[in-house]
């Protein structure tokens, strides 16, 4: 594809934008969980992973090389895998408490699918020498 690689940059600045989202409200106890501040939980940091793995996508995407494609593939499926861990660990109700989902955790997944389907599509000039 001629604009893979343009198309998951961008997939990426996006994705790294909803890191900093709200990714889920609890009403009963007024917290608003982002992937950076995690209120008074024990659900840690869970867009950290996202937002440096994501850099590290950024940076392969716009390389030329093939070792740069192959680690990007790798790299793009650690951060689906993270997006899901993330949709199950933070929706999950607890304590017949049920946490509202916002739009950010949706996204999250939704963007890092699209970055591993951009990696499978590389524009690498196979004639070079």
């Given at each position: 594809?001629?604009?893979?690689?343009?198309?998951?940059?961008?997939?990426?600045?996006?994705?790294?934008?909803?890191?900093?989202?709200?990714?889920?409200?609890?009403?009963?106890?007024?917290?608003?969980?982002?992937?950076?501040?995690?209120?008074?939980?024990?659900?840690?940091?869970?867009?950290?992973?996202?937002?440096?793995?994501?850099?590290?996508n950024?940076?392969?995407?716009?390389?030329?090389?093939?070792?740069?494609?192959?680690?990007?593939?790798?790299?793009?499926?650690?951060?689906?895998?993270?997006?899901?861990?993330?949709?199950?660990?933070?929706?999950?109700?607890?304590?017949?408490e049920?946490?509202?989902?916002?739009?950010?955790?949706?996204?999250?997944?939704?963007?890092s699918?699209?970055?591993?389907?951009?990696?499978?599509?590389?524009?690498?000039?196979?004639?070079?020498?």
């Open positions: 594809m001629k604009y893979s690689q343009t198309i998951g940059i961008l997939l990426c600045l996006f994705l790294l934008y909803t890191t900093t989202q709200p990714l889920i409200i609890i009403d009963s106890r007024h917290w608003v969980i982002t992937g950076w501040k995690s209120a008074e939980s024990n659900f840690g940091q869970p867009g950290k992973f996202l937002f440096y793995v994501g850099l590290i950024l940076i392969f995407f716009s390389l030329p090389y093939i070792w740069a494609k192959r680690f990007n593939m790798v790299f793009a499926a650690l951060i689906l895998a993270w997006s899901i861990r993330n949709f199950v660990v933070l929706s999950s109700c607890q304590m017949g049920c946490p509202e989902k916002q739009w950010a955790l949706y996204a999250s997944i939704v963007l699918a699209g970055i591993l389907l951009m990696t499978f599509l590389p524009k690498i000039d196979v004639n070079k020498k």
